[in-house]
């Protein structure tokens, strides 16, 4: 039977519970989570991926920004609806990729990542679900006001440029350089994620067309990263100091 010493040190029992006690409020692990979400939270990057590629290929070839304006309306009253589903579906990826960002950050509070990595992480991912529902937004929109006769042709093309062009992957540059850190210095992820998204997170910034084919990769990643997540969702860093520790 375990018992106090004579120097008054705590019985061995206790000190093995306040222990693991201690530990599971370090990493963030209480009884309280449900070690099912945490599986099925990261497939919502495969989703955000199906979701953005379906609406891709529903809206189709897309004019480019440099159409001339007297071209625009005939295109939209043969494909307006096509673009307007593929932007509803373009915004529910969106809506996925927020839950697979929340996800991710979870994964990295609970290896105990610093606050400043894992904030760069969860504004990365703001930022990219922003631009992501208001790319799909747009698309919407042209779907509908392209269709409409009262809508003068300079209008249009104001807004079609908006979903023809696109500029620096700003919130994903962001969310992948958290995650690259958080893989590399803490194990929070694996590191083959985080120095393919180090790659990823410099193709953001390069010249078109090579910007726009890390975008698309991106996607890739995203999923690859969510299935991977669901399938080892516990970091190493914490496997590791899970393991149980006698008290002498």
Do not use: K
């Not at 599986?39 to 590629?53: D, K, N, Q, Y």
């Amino acid at each position: 039977m375990d018992s106090s010493g004579d120097d008054g040190t705590l019985p061995r029992c206790l000190v093995f519970a306040l222990s693991e006690t201690t530990s599971r409020e370090e990493t963030g692990m209480t009884t309280n989570e449900t070690p099912a979400l945490r599986r099925v939270a990261p497939l919502a990057g495969v989703l955000f991926a199906g979701l953005t590629i379906a609406g891709d290929l529903t809206i189709g070839p897309f004019p480019g920004g440099s159409t001339p304006v007297g071209d625009l309306p005939a295109y939209y009253r043969a494909h307006g609806a096509n673009v307007s589903l593929g932007g509803t579906l373009m915004a529910l990826g969106g809506v996925c990729f927020a839950i697979f960002a929340a996800a991710v950050w979870a994964r990295l509070h609970s290896a105990r990542v610093p606050a400043i990595v894992a904030g760069v992480v969860l504004l990365g991912a703001a930022v990219d679900t922003m631009a992501d529902l208001q790319s799909g937004a747009v698309y919407n929109l042209l779907g509908d006001i392209g269709r409409d006769p009262a809508v003068t042709g300079p209008a249009l093309q104001a807004w079609h440029i908006q979903g023809s062009e696109f500029g620096v992957g700003g919130g994903a540059a962001l969310f992948l350089l958290g995650v690259v850190v958080a893989g590399i210095g803490y194990r929070a992820v694996p590191r083959w994620l985080a120095w393919t998204g180090l790659v990823l997170a410099i193709g953001q910034f390069a010249p078109s067309p090579f910007g726009f084919y890390a975008s698309m990769l991106l996607l890739l990643w995203v999923a690859a990263a969510g299935i991977t997540l669901a399938l080892r969702p516990e970091p190493a860093a914490v496997r590791s100091r899970e393991e149980p520790q006698l008290v002498g």
